[in-house]
């Protein structure tokens, strides 16, 4: 069965920077989309950013967080990571890994009901 396990959350200062990794297991990796969504207290799941796993690279930003955060792919090891920085305590919240089996491109959004798998989550802090 499908597994997602997020790890590299923390806390850290605003400015600062952290990694996030989704070791996934279970699936056919390629061909499917990849994505990370982020839920603050008191607040709705948001996807943050998404990726076409072994195309041409296509992704997809959520507004917020362009420019400053980066998703990436390694094929090698079935892993998502997520590059974030320049992280504001606007960017507080866990962080869930999630596999969309259907998705097709061009990405032009991602709403969380189209992701059928999930992982666990891991904090981001930002003070």
């Known amino acids: 069965h499908v597994q997602l396990v997020e790890s590299g959350g923390g806390s850290v200062q605003a400015g600062g920077s952290l990694r996030l990794s989704c070791a996934s297991s279970?699936?056919?990796?390629?061909?499917?989309?990849m994505a990370w969504f982020r839920q603050a207290p008191g607040k709705e799941r948001e996807g943050v950013a998404t990726?076409?796993?072994?195309?041409?690279?296509?992704?997809f930003y959520a507004d917020s967080v362009k420019g400053r955060f980066a998703i990436s792919q390694d094929n090698a090891n079935n892993t998502l990571h997520l590059q974030m920085n320049v992280l504001t305590p606007e960017d507080t919240g866990t962080y869930y890994c999630?596999?969309?089996?259907?998705?097709?491109?061009?990405?032009?959004?991602?709403?969380?009901?189209?992701?059928?798998?999930w992982g666990h989550g891991t904090q981001v802090t930002v003070s």
């Open positions: 990726a076409y796993i072994g195309g041409r690279g296509d992704t």
């Open positions: 999630a596999v969309d089996l259907l998705c097709t491109l061009p990405l032009n959004g991602m709403d969380a009901p189209d992701y059928m798998y």
């Open positions: 279970g699936w056919r990796y390629i061909s499917n989309c």
